[in-house]
């Protein structure tokens, strides 16, 4: 009898494993090429080495050249299918077979689950969506128009004064000081004094936190939590705990000193709340917790994405003289001397316009989407179940030759043309595009309006210029621009 049960046992055993190996090898679409790695771990380790030196972006540049459709195995022998081909992204991005499931939410489990871009789709995500999406109208966006331009001002006023005939700055650092300046104002009215932090050359330790987070969810992102003391960001880390410390030490008394001001009756009109107070009196169903952890998402979400995408704009400007003199002659054609920027005249700008979607083109800050389908699904001819994995490499579909002409040159003229439709997603598509993507162009044209406005620029040579990835792509390493202030400026 126990030889019985011992036989029965073991053969059963050896059924699951070899089941479990069957699993393992099994490819469901043999006829689709791309990187296999090995049979249980995938190509786990080799991705982990891609995030190390921060070039992510080549590793799918590198699937794409197999063609419109590539895969990837992952751990346990999963595969996550890549897709460039422009209709299909657009498809993927805009139907509702495909959704947003937690891949994002898990790499930031202890640090804002409850933002809005970690969210997966579902009744959450539509209701943080609904609260927020007011806070992005025209009078919010109004608000960051001038926002940003007061700290431009600030800026450009401490630059002329370091001029004797020109000042060299690295435009990296400075723009993601004026996104954080803007950000804290719009979200609550608060002061980060990221702008003086750099005038004064002083490490601001909101630039220090926004920079972890940014690591650490890099880091983590795709990788099973188990492997996160592979790249020294396990749970609970000392990065983590500085970025949460901080929000709860800045930002938390800030949240409740504003909450009590509610309950007093002091509530502004809804066309001038600001976004922290719409979240506060909108919906006594978002608990306090969530509430942090969306104005973390505003913060993180919102500085460094913006601040690379200025500071690639400013590279080019900065290297191609005939791009700067049309945005200067456009700047004379349209602003009066002293006469303040207003979204009016903002939206007259039809060539920064187009120099600001070039840059979002080329250096697009998002590299990847990643989406799941919720049911059998074709792509392309080929057949897939439900929950199957895609990942959009946006950076390598906006650069690809297939819909752009010389994609690798910086040519603003070419927009005055439309894209072939999901050629260009630098913001996402769909019900889940980015919610913050006005006030970003806001934030890049300014930027770029007031520099040239004040300064003839020119990149500073033999630099060493890298473009890194981790989750945000751009130039991390800074990029140093000599500033000349202009006669009369």
């Given at each position: 009898?126990?030889?019985?049960?011992?036989?029965?046992?073991?053969?059963?055993?050896?059924?699951?494993?070899?089941?479990?190996?069957?699993?393992?090898?099994?490819?469901?679409?043999?006829?689709?090429?791309?990187?296999?790695?090995?049979?249980?771990?995938?190509?786990?380790?080799?991705?982990?080495?891609?995030?190390?030196?921060?070039?992510?972006?080549?590793?799918?540049?590198?699937?794409?050249?197999?063609?419109?459709?590539?895969?990837?195995?992952?751990?346990?022998?999963?595969?996550?299918?890549?897709?460039?081909?422009?209709?299909?992204?657009?498809?993927?991005?805009?139907?509702?077979?495909?959704?947003?499931?937690?891949?994002?939410?898990?790499?930031?489990?202890?640090?804002?689950?409850?933002?809005?871009?970690?969210?997966?789709?579902?009744?959450?995500?539509?209701?943080?969506?609904?609260?927020?999406?007011?806070?992005?109208?025209?009078?919010?966006?109004?608000?960051?128009?001038?926002?940003?331009?007061?700290?431009?001002?600030?800026?450009?006023?401490?630059?002329?004064?370091?001029?004797?005939?020109?000042?060299?700055?690295?435009?990296?650092?400075?723009?993601?000081?004026?996104?954080?300046?803007?950000?804290?104002?719009?979200?609550?009215?608060?002061?980060?004094?990221?702008?003086?932090?750099?005038?004064?050359?002083?490490?601001?330790?909101?630039?220090?936190?926004?920079?972890?987070?940014?690591?650490?969810?890099?880091?983590?992102?795709?990788?099973?939590?188990?492997?996160?003391?592979?790249?020294?960001?396990?749970?609970?880390?000392?990065?983590?705990?500085?970025?949460?410390?901080?929000?709860?030490?800045?930002?938390?008394?800030?949240?409740?000193?504003?909450?009590?001001?509610?309950?007093?009756?002091?509530?502004?009109?809804?066309?001038?709340?600001?976004?922290?107070?719409?979240?506060?009196?909108?919906?006594?169903?978002?608990?306090?917790?969530?509430?942090?952890?969306?104005?973390?998402?505003?913060?993180?979400?919102?500085?460094?994405?913006?601040?690379?995408?200025?500071?690639?704009?400013?590279?080019?400007?900065?290297?191609?003289?005939?791009?700067?003199?049309?945005?200067?002659?456009?700047?004379?054609?349209?602003?009066?001397?002293?006469?303040?920027?207003?979204?009016?005249?903002?939206?007259?700008?039809?060539?920064?316009?187009?120099?600001?979607?070039?840059?979002?083109?080329?250096?697009?800050?998002?590299?990847?989407?990643?989406?799941?389908?919720?049911?059998?699904?074709?792509?392309?001819?080929?057949?897939?179940?439900?929950?199957?994995?895609?990942?959009?490499?946006?950076?390598?579909?906006?650069?690809?030759?297939?819909?752009?002409?010389?994609?690798?040159?910086?040519?603003?003229?070419?927009?005055?043309?439309?894209?072939?439709?999901?050629?260009?997603?630098?913001?996402?598509?769909?019900?889940?595009n980015c919610i913050g993507q006005k006030m970003a162009m806001i934030e890049l044209k300014?930027?770029?309006?007031?520099?040239?406005?004040?300064?003839?620029?020119?990149?500073?040579?033999?630099?060493?210029?890298?473009?890194?990835?981790?989750?945000?792509?751009?130039?991390?390493?800074?990029?140093?621009?000599?500033?000349?202030?202009?006669?009369?400026?």
């Amino acid at each position: 009898m126990f030889e019985l049960r011992f036989e029965t046992i073991a053969y059963l055993l050896m059924m699951v494993i070899v089941g479990w190996l069957w699993y393992l090898s099994h490819d469901p679409h043999p006829d689709i090429k791309g990187i296999e790695g090995n049979t249980i771990f995938g190509t786990l380790f080799e991705q982990i080495k891609y995030r190390e030196h921060k070039i992510v972006f080549k590793l799918f540049q590198r699937l794409t050249e197999y063609g419109p459709i590539s895969k990837m195995r992952g751990v346990f022998g999963r595969y996550v299918y890549v897709v460039s081909d422009a209709p299909s992204a657009k498809k993927i991005l805009t139907d509702a077979a495909f959704e947003r499931k937690t891949v994002f939410q898990d790499a930031v489990i202890d640090i804002m689950p409850n933002a809005l871009f970690a969210l997966p789709m579902g009744d959450t995500w539509k209701h943080h969506r609904k609260l927020l999406q007011p806070g992005f109208g025209p009078v919010h966006l109004n608000h960051a128009l001038k926002a940003v331009s007061d700290s431009m001002d600030q800026l450009n006023t401490f630059i002329r004064s370091q001029a004797k005939k020109s000042a060299i700055v690295d435009v990296y650092d400075a723009a993601n000081a004026v996104t954080l300046d803007v950000i804290g104002q719009v979200a609550f009215g608060y002061d980060i004094k990221a702008v003086l932090s750099f005038i004064n050359g002083k490490e601001n330790e909101g630039k220090q936190v926004m920079d972890d987070a940014t690591t650490v969810t890099s880091k983590r992102i795709g990788v099973p939590q188990s492997f996160w003391g592979y790249t020294s960001h396990k749970k609970d880390c000392v990065e983590v705990k500085r970025i949460n410390n901080y929000f709860e030490n800045a930002v938390f008394p800030h949240i409740q000193a504003r909450r009590k001001e509610i309950q007093k009756g002091e509530v502004k009109k809804d066309f001038q709340m600001d976004f922290l107070q719409r979240l506060l009196t909108a919906d006594e169903t978002i608990s306090e917790k969530e509430i942090l952890d969306e104005i973390k998402g505003f913060f993180i979400a919102g500085h460094e994405t913006t601040g690379n995408s200025i500071a690639s704009a400013m590279m080019e400007i900065a290297d191609t003289p005939q791009i700067q003199n049309k945005i200067y002659k456009e700047i004379q054609s349209i602003l009066k001397p002293g006469q303040e920027l207003t979204s009016e005249i903002l939206g007259q700008f039809k060539y920064v316009e187009q120099v600001v979607k070039e840059t979002l083109r080329l250096y697009s800050v998002v590299q990847v989407l990643t989406r799941m389908s919720v049911q059998p699904v074709e792509l392309m001819g080929h057949k897939f179940a439900s929950n199957s994995v895609f990942i959009i490499p946006v950076g390598a579909v906006q650069k690809s030759s297939l819909y752009w002409d010389e994609p690798e040159k910086f040519n603003p003229d070419r927009w005055e043309k439309q894209p072939v439709p999901g050629s260009y997603m630098p913001f996402g598509d769909g019900p889940m595009n980015c919610i913050g993507q006005k006030m970003a162009m806001i934030e890049l044209k300014v930027f770029i309006i007031k520099m040239v406005q004040a300064f003839t620029m020119k990149l500073v040579p033999d630099q060493k210029l890298r473009f890194l990835h981790s989750i945000t792509y751009g130039l991390k390493d800074g990029v140093k621009i000599e500033l000349t202030p202009r006669p009369g400026q």
